[in-house]
T-cell receptor, first 113, second 114 residues
Framework: GDSVTQMEGPVTLSEEAFLTINCTYTATGYPSLFWYVQYPGEGLQLLLKATKADDKGSNKGFEATYRKETTSFHLEKGSVQVSDSAVYFC????????????FGTGTKLQVIP | DAMVIQNPRYQVTQFGKPVTLSCSQTLNHNVMYWYQQKSSQAPKLLFHYYDKDFNNEADTPDNFQSRRPNTSFCFLDIRSPGLGDAAMYLCATAPEAGSNQPQHFGDGTRLSIL
């Protein structure tokens, strides 16, 4: 079945540091890929998405590129801020049928001033 | 703004006392989902509605039920909550069955069991 593997946290960075959160996936066919962010006490918010190979999703300075050859969708940001502190979930949705999303286990990011 | 609203944000109930959580949406989406999220874990899908069609995940306990009286509202009923049911419950919607549409989440209801 489908699965998503992302790096374990917590990840602690200083403000303005470069961020990478690794995500790899296993799926049949050509899934859509997402990064969701969850701030403390809130639900999940879509951060960015990519629907086909070589697509780059971007939002709020975050980027991720759909790499079919390495089955990866790593999240990057060039300069993190304290306000980026949250839990980040990589997720995929396979084509066909209803949209069932498979989530990774989440990576907690803490940015310190 | 169109959104997904969950009420209440915090719910406390007693062991074995039935509880209902509610979700409403102004997005007019066909699909609604209920997830359970325990601390430091990914959301776990309990069930979803595609329009009026109910779909239960195979490992969702019978203790959990759901109702969707109309497009806008969906309820999660826990018939006899146990201590292990304490969690954040998230409602989400999606416009259709297409896989490239992201889900829209509410802010969740945190359920505590005394």
């Amino acid at each position: 079945g489908d699965s998503v593997t992302q790096m374990e946290g917590p990840v602690t960075l200083s403000e303005e540091a470069f961020l990478t959160i690794n995500c790899t996936y296993t799926a049949t066919g050509y899934p859509s890929l997402f990064w969701y962010v969850q701030y403390p006490g809130e639900g999940l918010q879509l951060l960015l998405k990519a629907t086909k190979a070589d697509d780059k999703g971007s939002n709020k300075g975050f980027e991720a590129t759909y790499r079919k050859e390495t089955t990866s969708f790593h999240l990057e940001k060039g300069s993190v801020q304290v306000s980026d502190s949250a839990v980040y979930f990589c997720a995929l949705s396979s084509r066909g049928g209803y949209q069932k999303v498979t989530f990774g286990t989440g990576t907690k990011l803490q940015v310190i001033p | 703004d169109a959104m997904v609203i969950q009420n209440p944000r915090y719910q406390v109930t007693q062991f074995g006392k039935p509880v209902t959580l509610s979700c409403s949406q102004t997005l007019n989406h066909n699909v609604m989902y209920w997830y359970q999220q325990k601390s430091s874990q990914a959301p776990k899908l309990l069930f979803h509605y595609y329009d009026k069609d109910f779909n239960n995940e195979a490992d969702t306990p019978d203790n959990f039920q759901s109702r969707r009286p109309n497009t806008s509202f969906c309820f999660l009923d826990i018939r006899s909550p146990g201590l292990g049911d304490a969690a954040m419950y998230l409602c989400a919607t999606a416009p259709e069955a297409g896989s490239n549409q992201p889900q829209h989440f509410g802010d969740g209801t945190r359920l505590s069991i005394l």
